[in-house]
C-alpha cells in the first residue's frame, strides 16, 4: 500500500499528467460555470476521449473536471445569483448578497479557499479511512434515507427566509413537481398530461435553471440598468486572498464542521453535492452566533456550502472505489470507466492495482491544489466577462446559454419548455415571497423520501405493521429523532414569536 | 436516329439510375450515424455503447455519436424515436428487453410499441442472478424456496426498478416455486451492492454483471441462462435446480421502419464484427454475447411476450 502510493505519487507528478489535470481543472471549472452544463455533464462529453488515454491519465482527466467543474458552479451562483451545478445552490444564498454590496471578490475568494480545502479533505478520507466510512455508507438502507430525506426536508424552515408558510408552500410546490412522471417504485405514470415525453418528468437540473435563472434574468431586465449593480462591477477592491484566507482560517470551525458534514453526507449513496452543500449551509446558519446574517452576505454561508460540496467530489468515491456504490450522480460514469479498464471496486482497487487507483485519488488532490491558480486567474476572467458586459448583451446571451444548456441535458425540446414555464412561474412566485430554495429542495428531497418510504415499508411486508420497518434499527431511530429535533428547533422560535406578538397586544385589548 | 437518340438516353438515364441506387447501396452510411441510448450515462447500456462506439466507426468509416435521451425507464426516448427519426440508417437506438415488451402492455400509452421499429439485432444479453449476501443464512435456493413457503413474504427480494427484467423474472420465480416473496424496487442496479452488502434484503435478484462485481461480498444462487454463464462457473442455473426460467435482460439496437435493408444489413454487420472484438472485455464482466437478428429477433420478442404477457396482465389487475 505505501510503495503504491509512492509510485502512485511519482507516476502523477510526470509532466503530461501535470499537463492533464490542469486542462481538466481549467476545462471543468468553466462547465461548471456554465448554468445546464453539470459534472455528469461534463464527464459523460469527456468520457469517449479517456478511451484512448492510458487509464491512470484517463482517471485524472475526470478527477479533474469533477473537481474543477463543481467549483465552477459557485461562480455564476455569486454573481449573477444562479447555480452553475446544482452544488451550488448554497452558495446563492450569501453569495450574491454580498456581490450586491460590491464584496463579488471577496465571495469568489471565500469560495475558492473554501474548495480547495474541501477538495484536500475529501482526498484524505478516501486515503486513510476508505474501508471504515465504507461500512458506514451500508448502513443507510430505505428506512435511513427517507429520514435523511426528511431531515433535509426540514431545511425549509431555515430557507424560507421570515415566513415559514411560504417557505413550505414552495416546499411543497417542489415535491409536487417531482412527482410528475414514471414512479421511482411502482412503474406508473403519473400527471403526464397524456404526453409521452412528460414520462421523463421534471429533471432537476432543467427546474433549477428555470427558478433561479429565469426570475433572475427577467428582474434584470424589468430594472434595466441595475441588472448586474454598479456594485457587482466594482473589481478593485481592499481585500486581497490573503486577508480573505486569514479570516476563514482564524475561525476554523464552520470549515471543519462543513466538511465533515459533507464527508458523512457523501456516502449515503444518491445524495449529491446539492443535497451536502444544503445540510452544511443549514448547520452554519444554526450553529452561528449570529444566524440571522445568513442570506445577508454572511461569508460563512459560502464556505460551508463550497467547502462541503469539494469534500463531496472525493469523498463520494468511498463507496464507490471501495463497495462499487456511487455515492453522487458522476461517480456511476467513474464507475462505468473503472469497468472499462477491467478494475472491479472492492478492496483488490487498493492494492493489485494500488498505484492506478492511488494515482487517481491524488490527481483529485492536485486537482484541488490547480483550483487555487486557476481559480483565481479564471474567476477574474468570468467576473470580468459577467460585469463589463452591457445588461442588454449580458440578458440575452445568459438566456441563449441557458436554453442551450438546458435542450444539451436531454436533447428536449419539452425541457426548454419546461425551465421557461417553471422560469416565469418562478418570477411570480419570488414576488410572492416564495423563493427558489424551498422548491428546489422539496424537488430534490421529495422524491428519495418516497422512495425510501415505499421501499421500507415493503421490506415489512411480512410484519403486522409494516410502517415498524421504518424504525427497525438503531441508525433509524436516531435519525428519525433527529428529524424531530430539526423541526421543533427550527418551529420554536417562531412559535414564540408568534406568541409574544399575540400576547403583546393583549394589555391593550 | 432520333430513335437510337432516344435508346441511348433511356439507356444512359438507366444506368445513371443503377449507378446511383448501386452506389447508394456502397454509400451506406453516408454520414454519421447517431445512437440515442435512452437512458442516464454509466449504465450497462451506456458502458456497452462506449465499447462499441470506436470499432463501429472503424467499421463503418463513419463518425457514431453517443446521445442520451433518458426518461421513463426508456420510454421518452423510444418514443420519440418511433415518431420522429428518419428511417435511412443513420439514426439507431439502443433496445431493451423486457422494457419494449412491459411498458406498451402496463402503461395506457408508453408512447411507442413494442414492434414500431425494425429490430438490427440484439448483441448481447445478462441473465438475471439470484445473489445473497455472503453472511446469509441461504446456502442454496431451495433453502431460499423453502423458508419462504413457511413464511410469506418474509424473504425481501431487490431489483432494478418495477416491471424490470429482475421483477419480472422475481414473479416467474413465485409462479414456479409456488412462493410469496417480496420485491423491493430499486432505481437501477446502482443502489442494490448496499441493500445486498447492508442487509437491508434477503437477497437481489439482479443481473449475472453484479454476481460478477461482488464476487467477494455475495452468493449467486441461480443464474437465468440456458448454460452456465463463462463468468460465473459455480453458479447453477435455475433449470439445473428444477425451475424453467430463462431470461434476463437483452440488449439490441433498433431502426426506423422502412429503413432500406442494405442499411439494416451493414448495420448488422457492424454489430456483428464489433460484438467479436469487445467479447473478451465483456464476458468477464458477466455479459453473454449474443447475435439475435431478423426473424430471430421477431420470433424472441414473441416468445417472451408471451412468457411475460400473464404475469404482467395479473399485476395489472391486481
Redesign the interface.
Known amino acids: 500500500m505505501e510503495s503504491s502510493l509512492y509510485e502512485a505519487f511519482v507516476a502523477i507528478l510526470d509532466p503530461v499528467m501535470l499537463l492533464t489535470s490542469l486542462v481538466g481543472v481549467t476545462a471543468g471549472l468553466f462547465i461548471g460555470a456554465l448554468p445546464g452544463l453539470t459534472a ?1 455533464m461534463a ?2 462529453v469527456l ?2 476521449f479517456t ?1 484512448s488515454m492510458p487509464p491512470l491519465q484517463g482517471l485524472i482527466a475526470l478527477g479533474a473536471v469533477y473537481m474543477g467543474s463543481i467549483y465552477g458552479g459557485a461562480f455564476t451562483a455569486i454573481l449573477i445569483n444562479t447555480p452553475g451545478t446544482p452544488s451550488s445552490i448554497a452558495t446563492t444564498f450569501d453569495g450574491y448578497p454580498m456581490a450586491r454590496q460590491g464584496r463579488a471578490y471577496e465571495g469568489i475568494a471565500s469560495a475558492t479557499i473554501a474548495s480547495v480545502v474541501g477538495g484536500l479533505v475529501g482526498v484524505t478520507a478516501l486515503l486513510l479511512l476508505a474501508p471504515p466510512l465504507a461500512r458506514l ?6 428506512a435511513e434515507m427517507f429520514w435523511v430525506a426528511l431531515l433535509g426536508l426540514t431545511l425549509v424552515a431555515s430557507l424560507s427566509a421570515g415566513s415559514l408558510l411560504k417557505g413550505l408552500t414552495g416546499g411543497c410546490i417542489g415535491i409536487m413537481l417531482g412527482t410528475i ?9 403519473r400527471f403526464t398530461f ?1 404526453l ?2 412528460m ?3 421534471v429533471e432537476l437540473i432543467v427546474a433549477l435553471i428555470g427558478l433561479f435563472v429565469i426570475p433572475e434574468i427577467l428582474s434584470m431586465a424589468a430594472t434595466v440598468r441595475g441588472a448586474v449593480p454598479e456594485e457587482v462591477a466594482k473589481l478593485r477592491q481592499n481585500v486581497s486572498i490573503v486577508s480573505v484566507a486569514k479570516r476563514i482560517f482564524t475561525r476554523p470551525v464552520n470549515l471543519i464542521r462543513s466538511c465533515i458534514i459533507g464527508q458523512l453526507v457523501a456516502l449515503v ?2 445524495a449529491g453535492g446539492n443535497v451536502t452543500s444544503l445540510v452544511a449551509y443549514n448547520e452554519a446558519r444554526r450553529f452561528s452566533d449570529d444566524p440571522d446574517s445568513f442570506g445577508k452576505g454572511n461569508v460563512d454561508g459560502i464556505v460551508a456550502s463550497e467547502s462541503s460540496n469539494n469534500v463531496m467530489v472525493a469523498g463520494s468515491m468511498v ?1 464507490l472505489l471501495t ?4 455515492g453522487a ?1 458522476p461517480d ?2 467513474i ?2 470507466v473503472l ?2 479498464h ?1 478494475l ?3 478492496l483488490d482497487l487498493f492494492t493489485e492495482t494500488g498505484t492506478l487507483t492511488n494515482g487517481f485519488i491524488l490527481s483529485m488532490g492536485l486537482g484541488a491544489l490547480l483550483l487555487l491558480p486557476v481559480g483565481l486567474l479564471g474567476g477574474r476572467l468570468i467576473q470580468r466577462a459577467v460585469v463589463r458586459t452591457p445588461v442588454y448583451f449580458l440578458v440575452p446571451s445568459i438566456v441563449m446559454v441557458t436554453i442551450l444548456g438546458t435542450f444539451a441535458l ?3 425540446m419539452l425541457d426548454v419548455l419546461i425551465m421557461l414555464v417553471l422560469g416565469t412561474a418562478g418570477y411570480f412566485l419570488r414576488l410572492l415571497g416564495i423563493t427558489a430554495p424551498p422548491i428546489v429542495l422539496g424537488l430534490i428531497l421529495g422524491g428519495i423520501a418516497e ?1 425510501g418510504y415505499v ?1 421500507a415499508v ?2 415489512g ?2 410484519y403486522e405493521v409494516p410502517q415498524l420497518a421504518l424504525v427497525k434499527n438503531p441508525l433509524s431511530i436516531v435519525l428519525a429523532v433527529l428529524v424531530v429535533l430539526s423541526a421543533l428547533t427550527a418551529l420554536l422560535p417562531q412559535w414564540l414569536e408568534r406568541r409574544g406578538a399575540t400576547k403583546s397586544p393583549s394589555p391593550r385589548e | 436516329m432520333k430513335a437510337q437518340l432516344l435508346i441511348a438516353s433511356v439507356a444512359i438515364a438507366a444506368a445513371s439510375v443503377s449507378i446511383s441506387a448501386g452506389s447508394a447501396k456502397a454509400d451506406f452510411p453516408e454520414g454519421p450515424i447517431t445512437y440515442t441510448i435512452p437512458f ?4 450497462e447500456s ?2 456497452t455503447a ?2 462499441q ?2 470499432h463501429l466507426e472503424e467499421i463503418l468509416g463513419v463518425n457514431v455519436n ?8 426508456g ?2 426516448g423510444w ?2 424515436f418511433q415518431n420522429n427519426a428518419e428511417p435511412t440508417g443513420h439514426e439507431i437506438i439502443g433496445i431493451n428487453i423486457p422494457h419494449i415488451i412491459a411498458q406498451p402492455i ?7 410499441t413494442t414492434d414500431g421499429w425494425e429490430i438490427v439485432t440484439f448483441f448481447h444479453q445478462t441473465p438475471n442472478a439470484l445473489i445473497v449476501p455472503q453472511e446469509s443464512q441461504f446456502e442454496s435456493l431451495e433453502e431460499v424456496v423453502s423458508y419462504a413457503d413457511e ?4 424473504v ?1 427480494l431487490g431489483g432494478s ?3 424490470s427484467a429482475n421483477h419480472l423474472e422475481t414473479l416467474r420465480l413465485e409462479r414456479e416455486a409456488d412462493i410469496d416473496v ?6 437501477g442496479t ?2 442494490l ?3 445486498l ?5 434477503s437477497g437481489i435478484m439482479n443481473y449475472t454483471m453484479l454476481g ?6 455475495g452468493r449467486v444462487l441461480a443464474v437465468s441462462s440456458e448454460d452456465r454463464v463463462s463468468a460465473l462457473p459455480d453458479a447453477p442455473t435455475f433449470r439445473e435446480l428444477g425451475y424453467d426460467i430463462v431470461g434476463g435482460a437483452y440488449r439490441g439496437v433498433a431502426v426506423p421502419e422502412d429503413t432500406p435493408q442494405e442499411a439494416i444489413d451493414t448495420l448488422r454487420e457492424a454489430f456483428a464484427k464489433t460484438n467479436k472484438r469487445i467479447a473478451e ?1 465483456q464476458r ?2 458477466g455479459f453473454v454475447m449474443t447475435d439475435i437478428t431478423g426473424d430471430d429477433a421477431d420470433e424472441l420478442v414473441n416468445q417472451l411476450r408471451e412468457a411475460y404477457g400473464p404475469i404482467l396482465e395479473a399485476q395489472q389487475s391486481n
Not at chain 1, 137 to 142: D, I, R
Not at chain 2, 212 to 217: A, F, N, P, T, W
Request: cysteine-free.
Open positions: 455528469t464527464l459523460a468520457l469517449p478511451f455508507a451500508v448502513a443507510f438502507g430505505p412522471g414514471v414512479a421511482p417504485v411502482g412503474g406508473e405514470t397524456g409521452p415525453a414520462q421523463g418528468g449513496p444518491g463507496p463497495l462499487g456504490i456511487p450522480p456511476a460514469i464507475l462505468g469497468l472499462l477491467g472491479r471496486p472492492g436531454r436533447n428536449s422512495q421501499q415493503l421490506t411486508a411480512a | 442516464d450515462p454509466g449504465g451506456d458502458v462506449r465499447f462506439e470506436q453517443i446521445r442520451h435521451r433518458p426518461g421513463g425507464g420510454a421518452v418514443s420519440e402496463l402503461r395506457e400509452d408508453a408512447g411507442y413464511n410469506p413474504q418474509a425481501t426498478g418495477t416491471f417480496t420485491y423491493i424496487p430499486f432505481t446502482g443502489p451492492p448496499a441493500a452488502q447492508g442487509g437491508h434484503v460478477v462485481q461482488l464476487e467477494d461480498k472485455k468477464p464482466l
